[in-house]
């Protein structure tokens, strides 16, 4: 498949920012691509050679791509240098030079998407002393066959500079439409994707053999299963409502409510002997648990596995969890040893989604519990007690229908042993991988006070700091993620929190992010003094929500022609790194938390009469 196909698609998509369009190009797009073709083309849409959880990444610096469109231009590296200082843009400075040149030379064969897509692969793959020169060599060769506008995206694909705007959900649009002839297919593709998270080869099931094909992904050990997630509940009370609601068969009011540990999500995979950790996010991070990996298979009941836990930091000699951050200091390349050895962990297992070549994602909730506890042997770490080990996360089964009394007990108990509420799971609720959904609600104490609640928003934009904060990002501008337009709306400001350490940390993770035009993605009447690709999400408290004219989250739900926005928003000091950007808050929760705090205060006003 010739090159410029690609290139001529990706250019129409880098020129739209409404999903319709997109979808139509990524349609047509599908129907030209030739079946072993299509999941490269369905990675490099996306800005990636494979799966996340592969972590194949290309790591081209820009430097080093001066130096090859150098060696294939001719022109001087200053001269390119300039162009890209004039136009902001690597890939457009190179198609310039090249451009220069190709009116002079014979343009040789047509490169294709096969060529291309083997040449990225390469370079990621080369390490070591002369990899350098390798990979300028690779580049230069691609460079030298290519047009200038492929030599553009060429280039953005290597820098990690390619900003489409297309999300996960728009690609399975297309796919749907593409291969099954519906848009409303989706549903098929989700469900594939969601047990391999693998778009690429959900891509090439779908071209290959429509929904019967799709209908056959099973989960397997070693390709993540999208995570199932939590709605939020205010109180006990609502929390007991919702269960009550959500638990069927005649059952409700009978759930279980977990300890809610305040810790990393992590998924862990075994097979044979061997284990795999993977995040939140699906990113293999089996090298930040080595302790884990070791002890494992000796405590395992089952040859196959896939469990999830919560992994949190505890003090080795009084077994007490530690906070969230304690953790983050595992997420590094070198000196992992050490940090193994400073921050140690409990690994606390919640669930089990597979188990010798059986799926447990239909399975009642309440099987999984039993299974799980019947082929994890805890250990209980070095010295007995809580320690650095294998556990269960805390589960008290409840079967007292509307009793808010004992949620509230359990609440206590789970935040006196150092947890951050509780997890209401219903018992008859299968898996849904990749949703959010009532079969499991989190209550978090801070829940109950006024809005005191944190949220979890994504940073879209920053204004410069005056004084002290010259030169650093003094305001945030912060977004919710709308999962129906795909789209992030901003919500709020927000300037205070930071300490002087957050603020550098801050410029530190954002400015590698920098965007020179707004992400179509980002829905925002303000003008930030500078854009950022979507990705980075921290957790902010604020006292309010109100209506806003202003900010676009939620717009039109409670109001027409307003939206939502956080009043007083303050830093927490975390951010969630472990989190996507589709991850943060979405606006149907900020709408919840504006309802119910509207409900709170109109309690209060009657109570108070
Ligand atoms: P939060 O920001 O509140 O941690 P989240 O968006 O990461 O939430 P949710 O599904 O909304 O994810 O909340 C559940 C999270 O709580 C899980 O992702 C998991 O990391 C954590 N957790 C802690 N203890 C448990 C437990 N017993 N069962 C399930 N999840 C748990």
Known sequence: MRFSVLSESLSGMEATAKRLDLTGILVDLFGKTPPGVLPAIVYLIQGKLRPEFEGVELGVAEKLAVRAIAKSSGA????IEEAYRDGGDL???????????????????????????????????????????????????????????????????????????????????ALAAAFTGDKGNRPALERAYS??????????????????????????????????????ARDAAESVAKMGGAAEGGRGGEFAAEFKLDGERVQVHVSGGRVQV???????????????????????????????????????????????????????????????????????????????????????YSERRRLL????????????????????????????VGDAGGVEDALENSISAGCEGLMLKAPGAPYQAGSRGSHWLKLKREYRNE??????????????????????????????????????????????????????????LLSPRVTRRKNPRIDSQMEADVWFEPELVVEVVASEITLSPVHRAAMGAVRRGAGLALRFPKFTGRTRQEKSAEGASTDEEVVALYRGQRKVAAEDAAGRG
Do not use: W
Request: hydrophobic share 40%.
């Open 195 to 232: 047990v391999s998270s693998d778009l690429g080869s959900v891509a090439a099931a779908a071209a290959a053999g429509g929904l019967g094909a799709l209908a056959e992904f099973r989960v397997s050990a070693f390709s993540p299963v999208r995570p199932m997630l939590a709605e939020r």
């Open 373 to 400: 506890e019947e082929i994890v042997r805890r250990d209980g770490g070095e010295g007995g007690g809580r320690g650095t080990g294998l556990e269960f996360a805390a589960c008290v089964p409840m079967s007292m």
């Open 76 to 79: 001087s590296a200053s001269k």
């Open 91 to 173: 890939g457009l400075a190179a198609a310039a030079v090249l451009g220069r040149k190709a009116q002079t030379t014979f343009v040789a064969e047509p490169i294709t998407v096969e060529r291309v897509y083997e040449t990225l692969m390469r370079i990621a793959r080369l390490e070591g002393q002369r990899s350098q020169d390798m990979k300028v060599k690779h580049i230069s060769s691609l460079l030298n066959d290519a047009s200038p506008q492929e030599a553009a995206y060429v280039l953005k694909l290597l820098l990690g500079t390619l900003r489409l705007g297309v999300a996960e959900n728009t690609v399975m649009d």
């Open 278 to 364: 993977f995040s939140r996010r699906l990113e293999n991070i089996t090298p930040q648990y080595p302790d884990i990996v070791e002890r494992i298979p000796g405590l395992l009941g089952a040859d196959e596995a896939i469990l999830e836990a919560e992994a949190v930091a505890v003090n080795a000699d009084t077994g007490e969890f530690l906070p969230f951050q304690e953790l983050m200091h595992r997420r590094r390349k070198h000196n992992v040893d050490r940090a193994v050895s400073q921050y140690p962990v409990t690994i606390n297992f919640f669930d089990v989604l597979y188990a010798d070549g059986r799926s447990m994602l239909d399975e009642p």
């Open 451 to 508: 809005l005191g609640d944190s949220l979890d928003l994504v940073v879209v934009g920053a204004f410069f700091g005056r004084g002290r904060r010259a030169g650093k990002y003094g305001t945030l501008l912060l977004a919710t993620y709308d999962d129906t337009r795909d789209a992030f709306p901003s919500v709020c400001k927000v300037g205070t929190g930071f300490t002087d350490e957050d603020l550098d940390q801050m410029y530190q």
